[in-house]
């Protein structure tokens, strides 16, 4: 019985190559799709940055993004009333992703560039 | 929007998944500044929300709308500014030598188990495995992740062997096992949803290894149909990531799990065209196919004045139905009810549902049973694809043990000429 044996690891090799947002043209069962869900790769994310934060809210855009997860919706909006009894100045707009959680929507990410300052996502989980 | 569009950005996650989130920065290497909510969020009252936004990060202790402010306006710091992914370390091909009984202990403890009893890979099982193809061991055969977003672990046709010796498969079965790896679907995926896996074999393998497609093809009750689904969990396990609470988070969980409902069709009592025939491949070709979903719900002929109006009892399960029937039941569908091609059943059931079913390509009837009784498997798994096992079986042909291993095989005499046995 104490006698050592020899055995193979039997965990994968990181392979550097990650799972990635689907694209908007995407079906939704893609993103458990290994041959059709988008990738991304180490070198990629190691060089993504966070953007500069803003020096305040006042006088700013600050879009609210609700994605489809119970309760999302309705988190955002007594968020978006608090802001406005509490932070009057602060503008915000909801906004519902309609692409579902996992699946990009450059037309709204244009939109909040365009005439946002910042964005809260929210409720994941 | 950080990155691509310059935004700062405030996320929210119910403080349930703080963990799975802080994994997930250091993973991408970005240190996206979440706010966590107390969970639930779905399913309680707006006052309870109102509580959530107006309280604290139970996880912080911060005052919710301050930490989501600050998220927005405060300076990145100089750790945010060189955050850098944590990346994860090779693995070495043999583990430390130990004694069986403490490697045995290491791999439970270690989560690379089912829980139940595995073969320890000695480089002696794994070099008899490999006689099960001819593919070079340094082959790589794919990579998986049960998760949506981490990073996918790449594998060997080594390391798949290592997942077959684990399982308790024999050479003949490592066909089957490289083409489910080469899918590069995990069986058991981390959605909080618990979903549940199904496999089918197609094709001239299915009799070759033993595999069950008749009476109780879903049971414990035949040794390819146990190995071979088991190896698929083993699989996701270990080349799939699955690490609990971490990467793999069904809060049910589900027992199919353990072995994904692995049988074969029984082609030979069908009188339909074989299921991978009907999906464009040969009858002569041996296939692997996969399904995904949740629910199954047994069912029988008793409430029904047809045998087609069986398959509506489980209208509104899901937006796809994979049925498994018992030959009797296609016979009936068949030779009463004018059913000479299951895609116009799968048609039929399409028209009747009225649900948001994804249409009639997404209803399947695949036929599994011994014919002792006209019943029905019915789940509302979608057909994800059928993976070609022949590239993997050795030129030579299956490699069979001299005296292959097979559980007693049922039982089937149809005309009494058996007699009875005692």
């Known amino acids: ?125 | 929007m950080e990155n691509d569009y310059g935004i700062p950005t405030a996320p929210i996650v119910s403080a349930r998944f703080a963990d799975y989130m802080e994994r997930d920065c250091q993973s991408h290497g970005v240190p996206l500044r979440y706010t966590y909510p107390p969970y639930p969020v779905g399913w309680v009252s707006r006052e309870v929300l109102k509580g959530y936004v107006q309280g604290n990060d139970p996880i912080t202790g911060i005052p919710i709308t301050d930490e989501i402010i600050n998220a927005l306006t405060k300076p990145l710091t100089d750790a945010e500014k060189a955050f850098k992914a944590r990346k994860r370390p090779e693995r070495q091909r043999l583990l430390e030598p130990d004694t069986e009984e403490n490697l045995y202990r290491l791999f439970i403890e270690n989560g690379w188990t089912d829980g139940l009893p595995i073969i320890l890979p000695t480089e002696e099982r794994v070099a008899e495995m490999l006689t099960g193809t001819d593919h070079a061991p340094h082959e790589q055969v794919g990579m998986m992740s049960v998760t949506t977003n981490e990073e996918r672990l790449k594998y060997t046709v080594e390391k798949c062997a290592v997942i077959a010796v684990m399982a308790g498969c024999r050479p003949e079965h490592f066909p089957v096992i490289l083409a489910l790896a080469a899918s590069g679907r995990p069986s058991m995926p981390s959605s909080t949803t618990s979903f549940a896996s199904m496999m089918v074999v197609n094709g001239p393998i299915r009799n070759e290894i033993g595999m069950n497609s008749g009476l109780g093809a879903l049971s414990p009750i035949n040794f390819a149909n146990s190995v071979i689904g088991r190896a698929w969990t083993l699989m996701s396990i270990n080349l799939g990531d699955v690490r609990p609470g971490v990467t793999f988070m069904a809060t049910t969980g589900t027992t199919i799990n353990y072995n994904n409902m692995c049988c074969a069709e029984n082609e030979e009592d069908s009188v339909w065209a074989p299921f991978h025939v009907r999906k464009g491949f040969k009858k002569e070709q041996s296939v692997v196919s996969l399904f995904r979903g949740w629910n199954v719900r047994m069912l029988g002929m008793a409430p029904t004045k047809t045998t087609r109006e069986v398959a509506l009892q489980v209208k509104g399960m899901g937006r796809s139905y994979t049925y498994l029937i018992d030959p009797l039941v296609a016979k009936n569908l068949k030779d009463r009810e004018g059913f000479d091609d299951p895609v116009k059943l799968s048609e039929w059931v399409a028209g009747e549902m009225k649900t948001p079913l994804r249409g009639p390509e997404a209803i399947n009837f695949i036929v599994v049973g011994g014919e002792v009784n006209p019943f029905w498997v019915a789940t509302d798994f979608n057909y994800l694809q059928t993976v070609p096992i022949d590239p993997w079986i050795p030129s030579a042909g299956i490699k069979k043990d001299a005296r292959p291993i097979r559980m007693p095989v049922p039982v089937t005499c149809k005309d009494g000429s058996c007699g009875l046995q005692l």
Request: glycine share 10%; net charge negative.
């Open chain 1, 1 to 125: 019985m104490d006698k050592k044996i020899t055995v193979l690891d039997p965990v994968g090799q990181p392979s550097g190559i990650f799972g990635k947002r689907l694209n908007a043209d995407s079906p939704m069962s893609a993103i458990h799709d290994p041959t059709n869900q988008p990738r991304d790769t180490a070198e990629n994310l190691g060089s993504l940055k966070m953007a500069e934060r803003l020096d305040t809210l006042e006088g700013k855009t600050v879009y609210l993004v609700s994605i489809p997860f119970a309760g999302s919706k309705e988190f955002l909006e007594e968020l978006q009333d608090w802001f406005s009894k509490n932070r009057p100045g602060v503008k915000t707009v909801f906004r519902e992703k309609k692409l579902g959680w996992a699946t990009d929507e450059p037309e709204l990410w244009q939109e909040i560039k365009e005439n946002g300052d910042a964005v809260v996502f929210g409720v994941g989980g």
